[in-house]
């Protein structure tokens, strides 16, 4: 009989900030977060007209918490010092593998994307959003091969996440746990040394076989 693993539960910011079923709409009004942007027109547009643009805000926000928390967790261990040194010591003999315990460290992301708003052709203004996220990573251990890190083994990951639109929280999570797998790959091999180039080799004295010591 072959088995599967089940799988894996969601990990996009969405999903951890506000759940599966909760959307923006709401909030976004609630706060009155869209109500200076649309005042020069109040008058001109109707109130379906003005949902209307409500709604189309709160799912371009929303399209940007499809952000995955692992993939942020992933670009973050990217700059890890000893992961960096663990690569250069695989990159400096191709094949070698290298499996390394990291203490507990913090990642953190921040994200302010804007929106300009338009009616008419008239642009009314930019929604200003900022995305804070705080990752507290513990009992993680890396995979580095090739000088990529190519897989990560348990560990145990909090979160602190919050949303903000025009300077108003909309949403807010604080200590949220982040399942990891008990072992699970990143999306194909992640260079850890993509910014450092190769230090270069000493030429080698023709009919010695020895290097120059430069």
């Known amino acids: ?37 649309l005042a020069p027109v109040r008058g001109r547009t109707t109130r379906a007209a003005d949902r209307a643009v409500e709604h189309e805000l709160a799912t371009v926000v929303d399209d940007f918490l499809g952000l995955d928390l692992l993939d942020l ?46 009616v008419d052709g008239a642009k009314l203004g930019t929604l200003e959003v900022e995305l804070g996220l705080v990752l507290w990573v513990s009992g993680l251990v890396c995979v580095v091969r090739d000088a990529c890190l190519t897989g990560v083994r348990s560990g145990d990951c909090a979160v602190d996440a919050s949303l903000a639109v025009q300077g108003a929280t909309l949403a807010e999570r604080k200590g949220g746990r982040l399942d990891l797998p008990g072992l699970f790959a990143p999306r194909g091999p992640v260079p850890l040394l993509r910014d450092e180039p190769r230090p270069q080799q000493a030429p080698t004295v023709p009919g010695t076989g020895f290097r120059d010591q430069w």
């Open 1 to 37: 009989m072959t088995t599967t693993a089940p799988p894996m539960p969601p990990t996009t910011v969405r999903s951890f900030l506000l759940g599966p079923e909760e959307g923006l709409d709401g909030p976004l009004r609630a706060h009155g977060t869209t109500g200076p942007l």
């Open 73 to 118: 967790a992933t670009g973050g261990w990217r700059g890890h010092s000893a992961l960096k040194a663990a690569a250069r010591r695989t990159r400096d003999l191709p094949g070698s593998e290298e499996v390394v315990a990291l203490a507990r460290h913090r990642i953190t992301s921040t994200h302010r994307p804007t929106v300009d708003v338009y």
